[in-house]
């Protein structure tokens, strides 16, 4: 079965420090991979896709499929990132969710 | 553009009384679909549709019933409410397939 494994709960970094947020996912197909991001008081939104290879408000991801993952980064944290980050995966016509990551953008 | 829009935004409700979560989005989006939001656990999806009336399971559907009468409504149905479900619920609309999702803005459940 499909899944997607983000490692931290928590992730607080400073401002102007680079971000990392971990994802990992088991699928034994060709995986469609997202991140979404809800920020505080807003509705939760897609952030970026991987087949799209684009960069959105500084963040980037890469998928390697020999590591199975799809970590998310940016070069330097900015205090409006903090927000909580959602790896997904599409398989079919379920798109599946990690349990998140809460970004802390530290002054 | 309303986009998706849920109701209620808060309630409460007394172990095993019944409801209804409406959600209805107005971009003529085929797929539809329910997740709830705990603390921990992330987004779980509960049930989803590829058009009117199709609908399948998710990963937790159990205690919960969904139709698809039309391509703007998907109301998420407990039948039976338990504290277990106690949660924030999202729907979410998404063009041709599980493409990109757009979410409404929650509902949140307490069960007592």
């Known amino acids: 079965a499909q899944r997607v494994t983000q490692p931290e709960k928590l992730l607080s970094v400073f401002k102007g420090a680079p971000v990392e947020l971990k994802c990992n996912y088991s699928y034994s197909g060709s995986p469609e991979l997202f991140w979404y991001v809800q920020y505080s008081r807003q509705r939760l939104q897609l952030l970026l896709r991987h087949i799209s290879r684009e960069s959105i408000k500084g963040f980037t991801a890469d998928l390697n499929k020999g590591e199975t993952s799809f970590h998310l980064k940016k070069p330097f944290a900015q205090e409006e990132d903090s927000a909580m980050y959602y790896c997904?995966?599409?398989?079919?016509?379920?798109?599946?969710f990690g349990k998140g990551t809460r970004l802390h953008i530290l002054p | 553009n309303a986009g998706v829009t849920q109701t209620p935004k808060f309630q409460v409700l007394k172990t095993g009384q019944s409801m209804t979560l409406q959600c209805a989005q107005d971009m003529n989006h085929e797929y539809m679909s329910w997740y709830r939001q705990d603390p921990g656990m992330g987004l779980r999806l509960i049930h989803y549709?590829?058009?009117?009336?199709?609908?399948d399971q998710g990963e937790v559907p159990n205690g919960y019933n969904v139709s698809r009468s039309t391509t703007e409504d998907f109301p998420l149905r407990l039948l039976s409410a338990a504290p277990s479900q106690t949660s924030v619920y999202f729907c979410a609309s998404g063009g041709s397939g599980a493409n990109v999702l757009t979410f409404g803005a929650g509902s949140r459940l307490t069960v007592l």
């Open positions: 549709s590829v058009g009117a009336g199709i609908t």
């Open positions: 997904a995966l599409r398989k079919d016509d379920k798109i599946i």
